[in-house]
């Protein structure tokens, strides 16, 4: 852990960029440039909108006299894939696979253009549910076949999942899971009723069984029986809160790897006519296998895209199933009372290619570039977001989770006061017509290592992962520090983070970097978890 030198680090880089700093502190009656403000020492401090809150606060209210109970939440997280993807994001039928749906839902709520994950899937996917950032839970990377982890992170995280089935939720995850499958570490462990999926990626899953791929495994009997003895489940699994544990059919073939994702729409599907039909309001969570490599074709499907390639394939089948799992919301008639947010885990895993995504930004997955961790959101809820908003305000996946308390009316109370929350509810911002964000900044990690805060429109880096060849963003790259100074870019003039302005362009990087000094300052007061990884 380099916490002690990412403090000193970041004190030295406070002088140095003293030459381009102005003072911070605004004149009376000025905004200042930092307009966060801290309403506990361990939550992430947050930018005050009280007329903003009042409002959608009075609107939530009418719709429940209205409704008669809590909103549904569903999240639609997608595996890998890249920003611009999506047609609604510069994407679609431009680059071979047409995203209706995805579109549709677009452009029927707000589509953020400025909305932030974790540089790779596992941290992503337990920052949503824990709404702490994965250096605070141990949860910095995927437990891979072989791991060994020293301590169940889980043991003492409050999920989402549990914090919602206490309010009277009923919580279900269907599709990929990726944080842990040994027992206490499942999803119907941590505080779900219920989960229909798989444990691992696809790639960890089919490589037992794409021999042309992956021959030296696959035709290799020994080395084949080793992996089986370490490799990850690779079956479908359903489990029940208490522990009971179904294992359902097996991946034998890439073929049964390219139905994955239909077979678990149809579960979806079917589910959300059950639980509309219910007492109680549900929280949903679907995790699309696809588009994380490798991708086959669903052998049950024509072509669905112009393109043709596996991954554009996979692609215009994810839309099809947004479309399907949308459509049943509606035939249920829950549409009304349903917060839906898509988006995907990581940028684009460019290591795969042709296998991955498209990004416009620098970077993709498994970097803290803009192209590995800028992912497209999109927020619908019929009658409740305004149809057709575009914010470019900032929003971190992990607001996902402060956003569902306040939907379910549960209280931040229930959390440990012994640890530190970097969630921001941005209930208000969501919902109401004209919502501003209520997220000054967004920091993000690569392991152990501090490495950029995005505050405005600035991004600074103080260390950055640079690839030693084309696409090669994990498998062929280095961690470096900056040097001198710290990378500063306006994102809003430079986009593809290639020319720094710290020192010639920009007052504020000193400012940023105090932002940034802040941050690390908090896992001082509250130390992380080690786990093992």
Not at 9 to 29: F, K, R
Not at 227 to 242: I, N, R, W
Not at 286 to 295: A, I, L, P, R
Request: proline share 6%.
């Amino acid at each position: 852990m380099r916490l002690n030198f990412a403090l000193a680090a970041a004190a030295a880089m406070i002088a140095l960029a003293g030459s381009a700093a102005h003072c911070s502190a605004a004149p009376a009656g000025a905004e200042a440039f930092d307009r966060s403000v801290a309403s506990a020492d361990n939550f992430e401090p947050a930018i005050p909108h009280p007329e903003q809150d009042a409002a959608v606060k009075a609107k939530l209210a009418q719709l429940r006299d209205k409704v008669g109970r809590r909103p549904n939440i569903v999240w639609l997280v997608v595996d890998d894939m890249g920003y611009g993807d999506p047609g609604c994001y510069g994407g679609g039928a431009v680059i071979g696979a047409a995203t209706p749906h995805i579109d549709q839902l677009a452009a029927g709520g707000l589509k953020l253009t400025s909305c932030y994950a974790q540089q790779t899937c596992t941290p992503t996917r337990s920052a949503i549910l824990t709404g702490r950032l994965p250096m605070r839970t141990g949860l910095t990377r995927p437990i891979l076949a072989g791991d060994k982890i020293t301590k169940n992170p889980w043991a003492d995280e409050v999920s989402l999942a549990r914090l919602l089935s206490d309010a009277g939720y009923s919580t279900l995850l269907c599709g990929k899971w990726h944080v842990g499958e040994e027992e206490g570490m499942r999803p119907h462990d941590v505080g779900f009723d219920e989960f229909y999926g798989y444990y691992p990626a696809q790639k960890e899953i089919s490589q037992r069984v794409d021999e042309r791929r992956y021959p030296g495994l696959v035709r290799d009997p020994r080395r084949l029986a080793a992996f089986e003895g370490a490799g990850p489940e690779d079956h479908l699994t359903h489990g029940f809160k208490g522990g009971r544990t179904e294992r359902l059919a097996q991946i034998r073939s890439i073929q049964d790897m390219g139905r994955a994702d239909a077979v678990l729409t149809e579960f979806t599907v079917e589910k959300i006519k059950q639980l509309a039909a219910g007492d109680k309001p549900f929280f949903l969570e679907h995790c699309f296998m696809k588009v994380h490599c490798d991708n086959f074709r669903n052998p049950d499907l024509a072509s669905l895209s112009e393109s043709k390639y596996p991954y554009k394939e996979a692609v215009s089948e994810v839309d099809m199933h947004v479309g399907a799992i949308v459509d049943a919301l509606d035939q249920a008639g829950v549409l009304e009372n349903t917060l839906i947010f898509f988006t995907s885990d990581n940028g684009p895993q460019m290591d795969a290619w042709p296998d991955a995504g498209y990004t416009p930004f620098r970077g993709a997955k498994g970097t803290t570039f803009e192209g590995g961790v800028r992912v497209p959101g999109i927020a619908s809820w019929k009658g409740m977001i305004q149809p057709g908003r575009v914010s470019n305000d900032v929003f971190d996946l992990m607001d996902l989770f402060g956003t569902a308390l306040t939907l379910a009316g549960a209280s931040t109370d229930a959390l440990p006061a012994d640890r530190y929350y970097d969630f921001v509810d941005q209930t208000s911002f969501l919902l109401h017509d004209q919502g501003r964000s209520n997220r000054e900044a967004a920091y993000f990690w690569w392991g152990s290592e501090l490495m950029a805060c995005r505050m405005h429109e600035y991004k600074i880096h103080v260390k950055v992962v640079l690839s030693q060849a084309p696409h090669m963003h994990i498998d062929l790259s280095v961690v470096n520090d900056v040097g001198l100074a710290p990378w500063f870019f306006n994102l809003h003039v430079d986009p593809k983070e290639e020319m720094t302005v710290g020192h010639r362009l920009d007052p504020w990087m000193a400012t940023v970097i105090g932002k940034l000094k802040a941050h690390a300052a908090t896992f001082k007061t509250y130390p992380p978890k080690q786990i093992g990884l």
